[in-house]
């Protein structure tokens, strides 16, 4: 069998006519793999209460300043089973590390949605413990999205990211080997990284038994120790993208919402065009969405008319397949 192509230090960090090759190379493979066909997953973020301190994350403990909430039940529940956006066919559920909010929240509302739709169901809730993660399985969630964040355990450590490197991987296995379909993701361009960090985070992924990852560009985040520090480049996050992409052609690798801040100008379409074959659309109630801060309050969020005008420009369309089916085909494919 052939060996994966693996990336060096100059793929991630291409310029010029080696830039625009790679992006055409992954955007060959993300073709003749999935087709114009983009999964769309809503995304709802049900509490901003979080016990980590990640210090590029606004909603660390140690942010005094944020409103915290716990969205209610009975609204969720309403928006997600009859009001939700006709093209979408999974949800995520994501919160700060709040196992309170996992409990008593979370998990009544994975019950509600595996009973009155036919929605794949992600989360996306931090470490929690073996207990809780199970029942929620038990309740009909299949995804877990956790993010190692960065393949460095000194800059892990130091930016206070949940646990150590080692825990976060581990606990990615343990996922794995419940049976989850679990999709990391890491933050590019993080203040602190050296050259080889991004190398490192793709070789680090490969690793790992995931379905999926995601690139996340480093965004100063408002109220954080991080505030002042500089953004990561869209070239440096579209890269990684296109070199995830060309690692893994199976992989479900995100255009995160972030692409419109590190590139405004086309910089979410220029993910459609190197690897992406996700687009997640924001139901987060309004009233609450100004608190989920990662970064800044007034962030551009993807509703369905944004995602399905830049799918409609890239030729895209959705795929009418949830992510969790594709999972369970991928699954039933599999030699015995
Ligand atoms: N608490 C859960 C966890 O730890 O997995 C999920 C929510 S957490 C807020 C979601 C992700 O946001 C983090 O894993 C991190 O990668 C990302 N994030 C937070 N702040 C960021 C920033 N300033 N720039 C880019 N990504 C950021």
């Known amino acids: 069998m052939k060996p994966p192509w693996t990336p060096g230090d100059s793929e991630v960090h291409a310029r010029g006519r080696d830039q625009s090759e790679l992006h055409a190379a992954a955007l060959a493979v ?13 995304v709802v973020e049900v509490s901003n209460i979080c016990r980590e301190n990640c210090h590029y994350c606004g909603m ?8 915290r909430y716990r969205a209610r ?22 919160s700060g590390e709040d196992p309170v909010a996992a409990r008593e929240l979370v998990l009544p509302l994975v019950q509600t949605l595996r009973r009155e739709t036919p929605l794949g169901v992600s989360v996306c809730l931090g470490t929690l413990a073996p207990s809780i993660t199970r029942e929620l399985q038990a309740a009909g969630a299949t995804m877990y999205i956790i993010k190692f ?18 825990e976060r991987a581990g606990h990615i296995r343990w996922l794995n080997a419940e049976g989850w379909n679990v999709s990391s993701g890491f933050i590019a361009g993080l203040p602190g990284e050296s050259a080889d960090t991004a190398r490192r985070n793709l070789e680090f992924a490969a690793q790992l038994p995931l379905s999926g990852c995601s690139v996340s560009p480093f965004v100063p985040g408002d109220e954080t120790p991080l505030s002042s520090s500089p953004a990561a480049s869209l070239d440096l996050t579209l890269n990684c993208m296109a070199s995830l992409r060309r690692m893994r052609p199976d992989w479900i690798i995100p255009a995160v919402s972030a692409l419109n801040i590190a590139g405004p100008d086309g910089g ?6 190197t690897g992406a074959n996700l687009c997640t659309m924001n139901l987060t109630p309004e ?9 800044k309050r007034d962030r ?21 397949t949830s992510l969790a089916d594709h999972f369970r085909r991928d699954l039933a494919m599999l030699p015995a």
């Open 30 to 42: 993300t073709r003749e793999r999935f087709g114009n066909e983009v999964f769309l997953r809503g």
């Open 60 to 67: 660390r403990r140690d942010n005094r300043q944020l409103e």
């Open 73 to 94: 039940f009975d609204a969720l529940a309403e928006l997600l089973v009859h009001h939700r956006p006709a093209t979408i066919t999974d949800i995520n559920i994501q």
């Open 300 to 320: 551009v969020i993807m509703n369905e008319a944004r995602i399905l005008e830049a799918l409609e420009a890239e030729g895209l369309q959705p795929s009418p």
């Open 287 to 295: 009233s609450v969405r100004g608190d989920y801060l990662l970064y």
């Open 268 to 273: 979410y379409r220029r993910g459609l065009r």
């Open 149 to 166: 964040e960065v393949a460095d355990p000194v800059l892990y450590r130091d930016l206070e990211a949940p646990g150590t490197l080692e």
